[in-house]
């Protein structure tokens, strides 16, 4: 599998994933009535204004939110293949996420991803620590979900010496 030439064919190496790198996954994805309460119902979230839209209609908003959670999980999810798609040893956690503006029944969202920050692991020679800021923006162009996050990726096999 050639990971340097398309964003389709899978993860990035840590040497694949530089500071500044900034990716546009081609996925776009309209978040449905039956997407939402699936979400909420699988974490057992019953928050009305999720699910109610006589609830929600008396809120600021004037009618039902997207979960948070599930738009924070697409971030990651669709950054995936474009990103640490089998090139990953583990995600090491969240350092910030915001949702500065609501997602909206039958909103549009697409994603893009920026390398942040990345060094080499001082304790695992053959793995390097990557800062990814996943970005979802609504189809109006307005962000809706930023969230950093950091994973430990592997390095390329071939680039590699035996006392690596």
């Known amino acids: 599998m050639d990971v340097t030439t398309s964003s389709t064919t899978g993860g990035r190496w840590f040497e694949q994933l530089p500071v500044g790198l900034v990716i546009q996954h081609d996925l776009l994805r309209t978040i449905t009535e039956a997407d939402n309460e699936e979400f909420c119902a699988m974490t057992h979230n019953p928050q009305p204004l999720h699910l109610d839209a006589e609830f929600a209609a008396t809120t600021v908003f004037g009618q039902r939110l997207v979960n948070s959670l599930l738009t924070l999980g697409l971030a990651v999810g669709v950054s995936v293949a474009d990103t640490t798609l089998g090139t990953t040893v583990a995600n090491l956690g969240f350092e910030e ?3 500065p503006a609501p997602v909206f029944l039958n909103d549009t969202l697409s994603f ?48 590699l010496t035996d006392s690596q």
Not at 115 to 123: F, N, P, Y
Not at 127 to 136: A, D, N
């Open 112 to 159: 893009e991803t920026e390398v942040t920050a990345a060094r080499l692991s001082a304790s695992k020679p053959a793995t390097g620590i990557v800062t990814f800021e996943h970005r979802v923006h609504n189809q109006d162009g307005v962000l809706v979900c930023r969230c950093r996050r950091n994973a430990l990726m592997h390095r390329d096999p071939n680039l």
């Open 97 to 99: 996420t915001d949702f």
